[in-house]
């Protein structure tokens, strides 16, 4: 059957941050980011959705096993982000502005080339980051949007 | 006003289910869908979601009235699911897994054809299964995705 | 760094409004949006999740700053809705029902043309508003969907 | 068996109202309500929680059928709430200001009596009426708390 | 510090179970229990909360660890019932109606004499245990109600 | 009237935290605490819900002015809280491990001798705090529980 689903896994991972910019000096990074640059950081509860595009399996009716995707996004990303320092303790987000938005981006291109692992006819479509209940951002990669 | 809007219902169903595949013996059932094939059964709150795309009826301020979706939704499709066992109880699912992925093509199957009975110009563009709080799948058609 | 990320703001307001045209009778009104049209109105929590396109801003690692995006959302919009009669008190909603349909597309065309301000580079991508737990429409303008 | 248990189950309702007091001119009424004093009214989507206390009857399990106990709330309370207006369209709630703690005990004062109906041993525990997500008040009768 | 807090964890188990009373004929269990009978089963996602009350460990700040909480409640309580039939599968419930409300009692008797070990002066308090975002039941022993 | 009533307000606040007892070694705090001993900090969502007990009044039917409390919270306890470290940045946590059951404490001594400033016969009844979805504390003083 070639018909092609969506399929989402929800994983969670709790991190410190903070926003601020190491060329600009304090002042500059305060007039920007306000309270998300406090130097002590602060951190959230990061809710973590990815989407998976593809045939389903007629002899499982899955796309993928999301028991399995649930275990290759836990070794791949939660094992780096949770109870950690998004700024000092993350090897994808080194360099880089700890925002939600390079976050996702860093997440996308870490997946990416792992899901063909489990199934070689399905592709990663979305990933989702809720940063809190009013925030949250997304990348697609190049599929349209 | 030809607009495009899409507009979502909500609906529930408690239900039973087991992922078995009677062409493997219980071992191989076992070692690909672990306790998920418990031959006891278990079961989920299911929520579904069908969103339906369309222009506005200017007299209604609506693409479809969401009460008479709602009772579309529940007369074809809730009164099949809910509290009853996935594998054994619904027409739709005879032969097939009884996985999320093949309910939202189920779904998707009964729906498309009757939601012109609600506006002639409006369409099916997507059906929303949530599982788990951490596992859903979506099917559009030949909506682009 | 040109790669393109949808970045969401969710905003709420406790409006009232009544389902009621104008051009019909009190029966038919009835007849037609049943409950919905109790001529002492009724009112809801709405939630409002703004989505907004665009480039990494490689300074900031923000879309848009979000804080930008909930104080524009607030100052355009939720000053117009919250703890307010939408059939009445609200500019946009002149001569229109007051159904969700109508409000995403006066959000969107409020919305559509201040983004700029942000980020020349960033555009409104979708305007997402929840009526009750269980109905939701969503306005792309001329977003593929 | 003689162990006592709480049931609880929750319904819903969508209403409009006012914080107004009719011995105050309006220019006190905005300076003590706010916006909440808007004269073309406001609204809300009510979640009720109703909670019963009682021994398990040994044939069925339940303290009460939540399917009566729903039927029994949706009866007496949710008919008079629902898509209404509670300042104007609400007998219990005449001549009283429209606040969730004077609903709260309205609604207290119909459901105590009849408690019994489905189970003669159970009886009113708590009465939770929220009307946003921030705000919830509770009352027990003269239950301790 | 002889300060008392209540503390809180909770978790989740997926399961199928029917409300028949095998005294009674299909015909009365039909009248009783509605579609909760149908002989092949429903199910629900579970959510259980279960709430531990004692005073602060100077050295961990904590009444109880909550991951050890978290692991006692799994090893005791969730891999009994998680892709379980709740009539069939379950030891504690041998005998017993189904109900939500023999479901917490079965689990505060296993898991009061077990939370000494976590912290010789605390003590379980309450079981919560959600069986749809309706309904829910609590059951606290001898704690006041 | 004295009818007493329970009202909450919610409020929330994004921080970051390490468990680490200054006490112990390296060792002992990572065998104690796990990943939550991370020396460069983790963080949460916090969403703090705070209870008053207490009458209501004829003219406003309100306990206390929610707007107020919300207020009241926000100037004495989000402020200190919000976007901050609770091991370094919090006046009322120093010489405290930084754990859940340490923060309602503290809260509660902050705001249990300002309630009355609100309605002088209105009193703090409970303050919860939810650190993420299933861990959360709760403090009632010496009100019964």
Request: overall charge negative.
């Amino acid at each position: 059957m070639s018909k092609t689903v969506l399929v989402s896994r929800k994983e969670h991972f709790n991190a410190a941050h903070k926003l601020y910019n190491p060329k600009w000096d304090n002042e500059k990074n305060m007039a920007v980011f306000g309270p998300c640059a406090n130097e002590n950081w602060h951190g959230h509860n990061f809710d973590l959705i990815v989407t998976i595009k593809g045939p389903i399996d007629v002899n499982t009716g899955f796309v993928v096993d999301l028991k399995a995707l649930s275990d290759l996004i836990k070794t791949t990303i939660i094992n780096q982000l949770d109870h950690k320092n998004l700024n000092l303790d993350v090897d994808f987000m080194k360099d880089k502005m700890a925002s939600c938005e390079n976050i996702v981006i860093g997440i996308w291109e870490i997946l990416a080339a792992k899901i063909s692992e489990l199934n070689p006819e399905a592709a990663l479509y979305k990933v989702v980051l809720h940063e809190t209940r009013n925030n949250h951002v997304e990348y697609l990669g190049s599929n349209p949007s």
